[in-house]
């Protein structure tokens, strides 16, 4: 099978502009995670998605957002770019998410960088 | 809500030696505990995990332990080499959320 797939793998944006970020899960995947990395922070919770509905949220403002279509494939959006937006995007898909035991496969996630 | 802590942040080995990560977490709901491995400009790599129902692991030079009483749970790698050099993350899940540890970076020297 085909492993998590994300697009643009690099992106440099400035200050106050948008960005759109894009995973394709593994086949036969529903759930999909969105983790922001930093050096300082390590790996944040943004949000995850099932079945096209948000069902978890990290502690992030409302400018991050993100969605997931039918086919699993998910996006995610941040609008107003600030300068320590700049990190890595990684996202994650399990089977089904909802089952603890389910484990959960990283995509070689898209690097940001807000100047 | 749960934290995972690990530990060393940093640990450097000569080649052939064991190393050993440690991670302890809070919240005894939490029953999956994957280790990734993530190597420069790469996401983590799933690379062993262990259920809350087995004590421990193992996958050629690659073990995990868990101990449930205390909380905490071990990655060891024996015989390192200079490719194991990477930054390694331990997780706790529960329910389907994922909470990470801040990483160790591992240097292994030839």
């Known amino acids: 099978k085909a492993g998590v797939t994300q697009t643009p793998r690099y992106l440099i944006k400035t200050r106050g502009q948008q960005v759109t970020l894009s995973c394709s899960p593994i086949s036969g995947h529903r759930s999909v995670s969105w983790y922001q990395q930093t050096p300082g922070q390590g790996l944040q919770f943004l949000f995850e998605?099932?079945?096209?509905?948000?069902?978890n949220k990290g502690n992030f403002p409302g400018r991050f957002s993100g969605r997931q279509f039918s086919n699993s494939r998910s996006e995610m959006n941040v609008s107003t770019l600030e300068l320590g937006d700049s990190a890595l995007y990684l996202c994650?898909?399990?089977?089904?998410?909802?089952?603890?035991?389910?484990?959960?496969?990283f995509g070689p996630g898209t690097r940001l960088t807000v100047l | 809500g749960e934290n995972v802590e690990q530990h060393p942040s940093t640990l450097s080995v000569q080649e052939g030696d064991s190393a050993v990560i440690k991670c302890t977490y809070s919240d005894s709901a939490s029953n999956y505990f994957p280790w990734y491995k993530q190597e420069l400009g790469k996401g983590p790599q799933l690379i062993i995990d262990i259920r809350s129902n087995v004590g421990e692991k193992k996958d050629q030079r690659i073990a995990v332990t868990l101990n449930k009483t205390a909380k905490h749970f071990s990655l060891h790698i024996t015989e390192t080499q200079p490719e194991d050099s990477a930054v390694y993350f331990c997780?706790?899940?529960?329910?389907?959320?994922?909470?990470f540890g801040s990483g160790t970076k591992l240097n292994v020297k030839p």
């Open positions: 997780a706790a899940s529960k329910a389907g959320k994922f909470y």
């Open positions: 994650a898909s399990s089977p089904i998410g909802f089952d603890s035991t389910d484990t959960q496969y």
């Open positions: 998605y099932f079945s096209e509905t948000q069902r």
